[in-house]
């Protein structure tokens, strides 16, 4: 009986183990986590297109300019809108489609990858 009951507990292999894993995960979830703000920064940009009357954008070009200052103003610098964002104007509102990828490398040859695939329909201001 006594023997069972100083066996409690992990050892130092275990702990070793235990906080291996969790900074794995710590690891991959503060690589990622940027995009994800990224990404919703970029939604907040796109949707503020509508709701925003002192911009007056009217034009695809202005609808690109109005989301590029806010890439500067979020601090958004390693996106290519051109290549991410789409813009079409039909019938009185934008159609943008927001589609990149981002890649975080892990360990040598292994990447976490995020995709961001999103379709926005914003009617004129």
Known sequence: MAFARSQRGLSILGWLVVLAVVAF???AFFKMVPHYIDFMAMEKAISSVE???VADVRSVPDFYSH???AMQVNGI???NLEEA???KLEN???RAHLKYEKREPLIRNIDLVARFDKEFRVRLP
Do not use: H, Q
């Open 67 to 69: 989301v590029s200052k």
């Open 85 to 87: 964002l789409a813009v």
């Open 51 to 53: 709701t925003d009357k």
């Open 92 to 94: 009185n509102e934008f």
């Open 25 to 27: 995960f710590a690891s």
């Open 77 to 79: 610098r390693d996106l």
